[in-house]
């Protein structure tokens, strides 16, 4: 059995079918996955299973999800080897990071071609774009300007795409050790 963690985009406290409790029913009645337990309440699932791929996991939870919620889930799969890798290589590690200095770690659900050389920061704008780890982007935002994070998320969709996350890296150390755990 492998560790993996489902980063599902859409929970939400306020929306009855998809909050953290029902998210926790349905991965747990899957019979793919096994001791689910959520980290932080947010979109943060934490599972062994003996499927290999992937590719197959997010495709069985995302159509459990939509089965039950109706809607349809952005749903991303990592391993601990590579939430592992994330947090060893974290090119933010030395960079504070609180209400000033918000730091992300973005997913693609599918690899993308960021088209830019890192570290970048896009013109007019106040966050800078790291480096890129395993597939992930790491980034930092200046919080006391006026766009804050949601500006870098919504750069990020107008840039690349929707289908993607974004964790702090404090989130994925937390979600590392749940995984370490099971």
Known sequence: MTSYVALIRGVAPSIKNRNNASILKVLGEMDVLAGVVSVLSSGNYVFASGERSTTKLEESITQALRASTGAELLTIVRSQEQIQALVDENPLADLPHGRGSYQLVTFFKHP???????????????????????????????????????????????????????????????????????
């Open 112 to 182: 993308t071609d960021l088209g830019i050389e890192l570290p970048h920061q896009p013109e007019g704008k106040a966050f800078k774009l790291a480096d890129s780890v395993g597939g992930a982007l790491f980034s930092v935002t200046d919080n006391t300007a006026t766009q804050g994070t949601i500006d870098t998320m919504a750069w990020l969709e107008r840039q690349y795409s929707k289908d993607l996350t974004s964790r702090t890296p404090l989130t994925l150390r937390k979600i590392l050790k749940k995984m370490q755990q099971l």
